[in-house]
């Protein structure tokens, strides 16, 4: 069976930024066990936030907190879980959150720890935590009266502390406002707190608080009879005295009112907007009042229309425009009887905007019901209007960035963007602008289903810039449900139901897509705009600069690999990226099943036994991530046929065991993976295959290349196998990601343009290899300055380094060091930088090299000599410091060596702590090969170890000793004899152990 998930990106072209990590479908703020809910957030003024959430993992409803950094991630100095702010006995409940401007926030809530009423309390948290220097659970703001089952809003005063606005029960609702420092002291000249005005009911959101510039608060409430009013508070802990009694009352005493919101307007006053009721009518309105209290003379009496249109205009939110007016957001029900969201801008004449349309412009109209939940100001003369979506498939909420004109701000889509991404049962929201960039942070609770189906309650949050977000539209066709993966790795159902249309998200330098690949099922391909990816359920994609539409295709069938054989016994290397029911060699080879050696082979290295373990003998299985030898006499294609694998990651043992040695790998997957995708697993540590912590591999993969040899590789392809050295004893694995890659390719050294002929010198240690060093002759006149290129300073960490000198010049640190044509051709090598004691190889590649040239190398400071031929790789000691060779090129051809036994034999270091190495320099031909036998004796004469190189070529060959005994056990300091015999020659060593 097929079916196919239709993904289609339209992203603008971005890069790496700060928003980085903010998931599409939010960041994690918490998710454990039991339900977290009713979040409130706060910028911390550096591109973070804090999030307070009613919390019950106790059983009983507490108060937590959790700082997010800017990058998204989770404060590690804080509780993975969130701190706690309050556990007092009895309900806290309904956190409110604001920036204090100094890099913390105050938070408030109401608190039922005394067992009889609410009572409202504050606290502070700074990027250490809850500030110590405040009460432990908090700081009581009024107990004379119960607190209302309302949030205590909150406003800064200017001078580091806060305002707080408690709603209490008396003989009615009183609206008192209540300061606190910084430091967590209560104004005594605030007492029980400075009564603002009263109402005679207890719900609803009647009264708003907002700092008015010059150091006090305006509040806006709605009164007796449902009047409207505003009241200043000065810091004096007094109403304003020039303002009247129970606040400037807006609306006219035929009218009513209610759900106000201020917006100051710099100068002690604000713009009040509201709900107007008259004649069973439901308008938006909005009035002035100036920092005398009295109403502006250039508005209307009764109040500037902002909208009138037909049937209900409910629940507006302002925020200031920068210019003495505001722009207003609400919850209209003038077309089809269920809530759009529409909005419109006030000037500072008492007029509307008239660029916008007649009662506001529209938002969002379509299918369901949307509510107007915040605006917010974007600092340019425009805003940010949020609304919640709770009607259409794609539920959450909203925003959308409009100018000062009305229009849609660049980098927004007219839609809105999606806040909060897959959003399933979510209840309530908390949001909140940075006031430096006015990014919007946004907090929510929801169930986030998963592959189980089903969670309590958690708390996500995202940062939105004002650039604007990105957008993702999906479509599944198919009538079986799926998810999507994105970065989170969290899951976004698909289905009939509860179909997935959009995800917004900020700027992001990747973004991640997963596919179905469910047990069963495997994808068979992806393609991208018409142009095939392979079948990595997975992929990555990079500065996306117009829509792509991704097609995936997935079946249920077994999956088949082809493996052409070209016959001719050439040996190829193979491999086949599936798992299989059964994995027998004789099942899966049953073409060629039974062996004959006549015919085929099938083999495997075995780095225990360092030898081929072959099909019909030891090797029986055959697994995915694991390569292997096939050779053919007859030319056929070998089919195997099995299950991609469908795991997130695969770790791929090395075998070995106790001991080290190159292991046969693979990679598993049906599509590349680069090697700095790798990670290398060795019991509780996980480290970048590539890495400079990898002591358990080379870092280094290679890949037999037929008629050439082995070369190195970036990119594991499928279908092949590839060579990894486990250089670490116990139990390493391979840790292969189940997500496409591509490594950087290793470019190929080229004979530069300018020369004549040229040789590559690279030198190599374990997984460790230098870049080519260039020498040669240059076809520019002698008198004319050669090719020549500095090599850049050496890292701090060091490493292995080969850099090149023209003997007769002296230089060193070069990449290139060429000679004029015709000149004396001799060059310095310095090799530093190497592990040691140990062993380092020396290639030599030369292009266009002329008839009769010969390479003589030779080590001054040993006093040896040999030939070298190109293509050759020649094993050399690798000493502390800095070792010193000469590369001669030179007419004639070189005497063959006539010696067979070490021209010399020395052990170094000597003194030595820990290890020392013996090189035994071989000057016999190339194709002979000498044992060399070492006898490790005390002064009495006693053999206590005994080590062997078993089929030295010419050159340079190593053996090291750690200092142990034959069984194991570290020898003590002292004089010790090393007896030497390789080819008929012998010799003694003295050897000094300092510790």
Request: proline share 7%.
């Amino acid at each position: 069976m097929m079916r196919r998930l239709l993904v289609t990106l339209a992203l603008a072209s971005f890069a790496a930024t700060a928003h980085a990590q903010w998931y599409p479908t939010g960041a994690p703020v918490v998710t454990r066990a039991n339900t977290q809910n009713l979040p409130a957030i706060a910028s911390d003024g550096v591109g973070g936030s804090y999030v307070v959430w009613n919390d019950f993992r106790s059983g009983d409803w507490d108060l937590y907190a959790q700082h997010l950094l800017a990058s998204g991630y989770r404060d590690p100095a804080w509780p993975a879980d969130g701190a706690l702010l309050c556990a007092q006995p009895g309900t806290q409940s309904r956190p409110c959150l604001v920036a204090d401007g100094a890099g913390g926030a105050f938070v408030s809530w109401i608190d039922r720890r005394n067992g009889a009423s609410y009572q409202s309390y504050l606290h502070r948290l700074i990027p250490a935590g809850p500030d110590p220097a405040w009460p432990a659970d908090g700081r009581l703001l009024s107990s004379v009266y119960p607190a209302l089952d309302k949030e205590v809003q909150l406003a800064l005063d200017g001078a580091g502390g806060v305002y707080a606005l408690c709603p209490q029960l008396h003989a009615s609702t009183d609206y008192r406002v209540q300061r606190v420092s910084a430091a967590g002291v209560v104004d005594p000249a605030f007492g029980s707190g400075v009564l603002v005005g009263t109402a005679n009911f207890t719900g609803g959101r009647y009264e708003n608080i907002a700092s008015d510039g010059a150091g006090g608060a305006l509040v806006a409430f709605t009164g007796p009879n449902f009047s409207v009013a505003l009241q200043r508070v000065l810091p004096a802990g007094v109403a304003d005295p020039a303002w009247p009694s129970n606040g400037r009352v807006l609306t006219a005493v035929t009218a009513g009112g209610g759900f106000p919101v201020v917006v100051p307007d710099g100068a002690g006053g604000g713009i009040v907007v509201w709900n107007h009721f008259m004649n069973s009518d439901v308008d938006i309105r909005a009035q002035h009042v100036l920092g005398s209290g009295a109403l502006d003379a250039v508005w209307p009496d009764t109040g500037l229309v902002v909208s009138d249109a037909p049937s209900s205009q409910q629940t507006p939110f302002a925020a200031s425009d920068g210019a003495g007016g505001a722009i207003v957001a609400w919850s209209d029900m003038r077309t089809d009887n269920q809530f759009d969201v529409y909005a419109h801008r006030v000037l500072a004449s008492g007029a509307v905007d008239g660029a916008w349309p007649v009662n506001g412009k529209p938002l969002i109209q379509q299918t369901g019901t949307q509510f107007a939940r915040a605006v917010l100001a974007d600092g340019a003369g425009g805003a940010i209007v949020l609304w919640e979506d709770s009607g259409s498939p794609a539920r959450g909420l909203y925003a959308l960035r409009l100018g000062a004109n009305g229009a849609v701000a660049p980098g927004w889509r007219p839609q809105g963007a999606w806040l909060t991404g897959a959003s399933h049962g979510t209840t309530l929201y908390g949001f909140a602008s940075d006031a430096a960039t006015r990014d919007v942070h946004v907090a929510w609770d929801e169930f986030r289903l998963g592959p189980s189906n089903a969670r309590d309650l958690d708390v996500y949050a995202r940062r939105i810039p004002v650039t604007g977000t990105r957008r993702i539209s999906t479509t599944q066709t198919g009538v079986s449900g799926g998810y999507v993966l994105v970065p989170d790795s969290l899951s976004i159902y698909a289905s009939p139901q509860d179909a997935l249309s959009t995800l917004d998200m900020a700027p992001q330098d990747q973004v991640e897509f997963r596919f179905p690949s469910y047990i069963g099922q495997s994808v068979v391909d992806v393609t991208a705009n018409g142009q095939s990816l392979g079948p990595a359920p997975n992929h990555v994609f990079r500065n996306v600069t117009a829509d792509v539409a991704l097609l995936c295709t997935v079946t249920t069938s077994l999956w088949s690999v082809e493996t052409p054989m070209s016959g001719g016994s050439t040996y190829a290397a193979v491999a086949w990226p599936m798992t299989y029911t059964r994995d027998s060699v004789s099942t899966l080879l049953d073409e060629l099943w039974p062996t004959d050696d006549r015919m085929w082979r099938f083999a495997r290295w075995n780095p225990v036994t360092s030898a081929y373990d072959y099909a019909g003998g030891a090797l029986t299985r055959i697994q995915p991530g694991h390569g292997y030898w096939l050779a053919s006499r007859s030319a056929r294609n070998v089919v195997v046929a099995g299950r991609p694998l469908y795991l997130p990651t695969t770790d791929v043992p090395l075998l070995g065991g106790a001991t080290s040695g190159w292991n046969q790998v693979a990679n598993p997957y049906r599509f590349p993976i680069a090697d700095s995708a790798l990670r290398v697993v060795a019991g509780a540590s996980v480290v970048p295959f590539t890495g400079t912590a990898n002591a358990y591999t080379d870092s280094t993969v290679w890949e037999w290349a037929s008629g050439t040899g082995y070369t190195r590789v970036h990119t594991l392809s499928p279908n092949r196998a590839y060579w990894v050295r486990k250089s670490a004893a116990g139990s390493v694995a391979l840790r292969f990601p189940n997500l496409t890659s591509v490594g950087r390719a290793e470019p190929p050294t080229v004979r530069p343009d300018d020369a004549d002929w040229a040789l590559a010198l690279t030198a190599s240690q374990g997984g460790t290899r230098t870049p080519p060093a260039l020498v040669g002759a240059w076809r520019a006149a002698a008198a004319a300055e050669p090719l020549r290129r500095e090599a850049p300073p050496a890292s701090p960490e060091g490493g292995l380094r080969l850099t090149v000198a023209r003997a007769a010049a002296g230089r060193v640190n070069a990449e290139t060091e060429f000679v004029p044509a015709g000149a004396s051709a001799a060059w310095q090598l310095d090799l530093a930088g190497a592990e040691s004691p140990g062993e380092l190889t020396l290639e030599v590649a030369a292009f266009d090299m002329p008839d009769g040239l010969t390479l003589q190398l030779s080590d001054p400071a040993l006093g040896w000599s040999r030939a070298v031929s190109p293509g050759e790789r020649i094993t050399l000691a690798a000493t502390p410091g800095t070792r010193r060779l000469q590369l001669e090129a030179r007419e004639g051809i070189p005497q063959p060596a006539e010696e067979t036994g070490p021209r010399v034999f020395a052990a170094w270091p000597n003194p030595f702590r820990g290890s020392l190495g013996f090189t035994a320099q071989l000057v016999a031909a190339s194709d002979l090969r000498v044992d060399i036998v070492v006898d490790i004796m005390d002064v009495q004469g006693r053999v206590i170890r005994t080590l062997e190189r078993r089929g030295a070529t010419a050159g340079e060959s190593v053996i090291v000793w750690d200092g142990r005994g034959s069984g194991g056990a570290v020898v003590r300091p002292g004089v010790y004899l090393a007896r030497w015999r390789a080819a008929g020659r012998e010799g003694t060593v003295r050897l000094v152990k300092l510790d």
